[in-house]
């Protein structure tokens, strides 16, 4: 399993969201007569507090610009740690669409981490640091939830709880004149995220038919089945468009009995479409069906002469999408042959 290529940028996309938070933080300076005299935008960037402390208190050079202005903040993934609580079972699966429509694929389902990100303040005054954390603290109660995108191959988008910590104050202001002073809160959170390992294709497709089979004894080694209930999915709507008939005369909502053009496509007790309204025929004379009205939560519509019935056939059972609604088809059957289903031959043999 190791070895298999992959790169999801999880990690990535979860530390870009939550820097994202604090991109648009401003503070105001107000003069004498308390008139807004500037607005400052905070910048943010990526990088550990040390490198921008580095740079604010080496010695300017006379031939460059001093490039760290405050106020400023910066981030930094600190920790990845598993997350007992979040377990799930490791060979528990989900099936998932590809966002480009291609076939189904088979999930294992993602393991839980926990990202911890360190967010840090740094200011001159006191008052710049005050405005700044009060755009912040409200939002995290203590948690602020993001949708971001984990796996946009199949679209798979959770929200992720960005968890503040504590926050931890440090006020430089010790040193003669000539030191500057730093102000610099350090806010730690947890993001709540999920890793996804390959994504494979899925060759068994999508469950087409669903098998039980019952048994008179609970010892299956001496005892045969007595019955077999199967399920299979059903269209209910046209795919193909077989228009296999037309209406001969007008519908009207309470109407059961309908004249049709021709019965040669049409069979008892299976399900047809006009317009957008299910029936089903529960029985066919002459040019004449009689049907049950309005199936599968379709509602009884008034039809004109001429609109075309189609079919709900097994054309149509195949072609059900993924995320399309559909009903079920049901058998049942009654055995005394002494047989049990192989799965390992895909057969009745005998016992």
């Given at each position: 399993m190791l070895g298999t290529y992959f790169y999801h940028e999880i990690i990535r996309k979860t530390i870009i969201a939550f820097g994202t938070l604090f991109n648009n933080i401003y503070i105001k300076h107000n003069d004498e007569q308390d008139n807004t005299d500037s607005i400052i935008k905070v910048p943010i960037a990526y990088g550990p507090i040390q490198k921008f402390l580095a740079r604010i208190e080496q010695k300017p050079d006379l031939r460059k610009r001093q490039a760290i202005t405050l106020p400023r903040m910066s981030f930094e993934l600190t920790s990845i740690q598993y997350d007992t609580s979040r377990k799930v079972s490791t060979m528990q699966t989900f099936t998932a669409v590809r966002s480009d429509g291609g076939n189904p694929v088979k999930v294992f389902m993602p393991v839980p981490y926990n990202l911890g990100i360190q967010l840090s303040i740094i200011t001159k005054y006191n008052d710049d640091m005050l405005q700044i954390v009060e755009q912040i603290l409200p939002f995290f109660q203590p948690q602020f939830n993001l949708t971001i995108d984990l796996v946009s191959s199949i679209g798979e988008k959770r929200d992720i709880p960005m968890i503040l910590e504590n926050i931890q104050m440090n006020d430089n202001y010790e040193g003669d004149f000539s030191e500057r002073r730093n102000l610099i809160y350090t806010l730690n959170f947890t993001a709540k995220t999920y890793?996804?390992?390959?994504?494979?294709?899925?060759?068994?497709?999508?469950?087409?038919?669903?098998?039980?089979?019952?048994?008179?004894?609970?010892?299956?080694?001496?005892?045969?089945?007595?019955?077999?209930?199967?399920?299979?999915?059903?269209?209910?709507?046209?795919?193909?468009?077989?228009?296999?008939?037309?209406?001969?005369?007008?519908?009207?909502?309470?109407?059961?009995?309908?004249?049709?053009?021709?019965?040669?496509?049409?069979?008892?007790?299976?399900?047809?479409?006009?317009?957008?309204?299910?029936?089903?025929?529960?029985?066919?004379?002459?040019?004449?069906?009689?049907?049950?009205?309005a199936q599968d939560n379709t509602i009884a519509s008034k039809h004109d002469a001429g609109s075309y019935i189609n079919v709900l056939n097994d054309i149509d059972n195949e072609l059900i999408e993924v995320d399309d609604d559909f009903g079920f088809n049901e058998e049942r059957f009654d055995f005394g042959d002494g047989k049990i289903w192989s799965t390992t031959k895909n057969m009745d043999v005998q016992l």
């Amino acid at each position: 399993m190791l070895g298999t290529y992959f790169y999801h940028e999880i990690i990535r996309k979860t530390i870009i969201a939550f820097g994202t938070l604090f991109n648009n933080i401003y503070i105001k300076h107000n003069d004498e007569q308390d008139n807004t005299d500037s607005i400052i935008k905070v910048p943010i960037a990526y990088g550990p507090i040390q490198k921008f402390l580095a740079r604010i208190e080496q010695k300017p050079d006379l031939r460059k610009r001093q490039a760290i202005t405050l106020p400023r903040m910066s981030f930094e993934l600190t920790s990845i740690q598993y997350d007992t609580s979040r377990k799930v079972s490791t060979m528990q699966t989900f099936t998932a669409v590809r966002s480009d429509g291609g076939n189904p694929v088979k999930v294992f389902m993602p393991v839980p981490y926990n990202l911890g990100i360190q967010l840090s303040i740094i200011t001159k005054y006191n008052d710049d640091m005050l405005q700044i954390v009060e755009q912040i603290l409200p939002f995290f109660q203590p948690q602020f939830n993001l949708t971001i995108d984990l796996v946009s191959s199949i679209g798979e988008k959770r929200d992720i709880p960005m968890i503040l910590e504590n926050i931890q104050m440090n006020d430089n202001y010790e040193g003669d004149f000539s030191e500057r002073r730093n102000l610099i809160y350090t806010l730690n959170f947890t993001a709540k995220t999920y890793m996804f390992g390959p994504i494979a294709d899925n060759t068994e497709g999508l469950i087409k038919k669903v098998q039980v089979d019952y048994y008179s004894d609970t010892n299956r080694k001496n005892a045969s089945r007595q019955l077999r209930y199967t399920v299979t999915p059903r269209a209910i709507q046209d795919y193909d468009s077989d228009r296999s008939s037309l209406l001969a005369e007008d519908v009207n909502p309470e109407d059961t009995i309908i004249k049709v053009s021709n019965t040669t496509l049409l069979s008892s007790n299976s399900y047809i479409m006009i317009n957008d309204e299910e029936m089903f025929i529960k029985n066919i004379s002459s040019n004449e069906i009689t049907v049950n009205r309005a199936q599968d939560n379709t509602i009884a519509s008034k039809h004109d002469a001429g609109s075309y019935i189609n079919v709900l056939n097994d054309i149509d059972n195949e072609l059900i999408e993924v995320d399309d609604d559909f009903g079920f088809n049901e058998e049942r059957f009654d055995f005394g042959d002494g047989k049990i289903w192989s799965t390992t031959k895909n057969m009745d043999v005998q016992l």
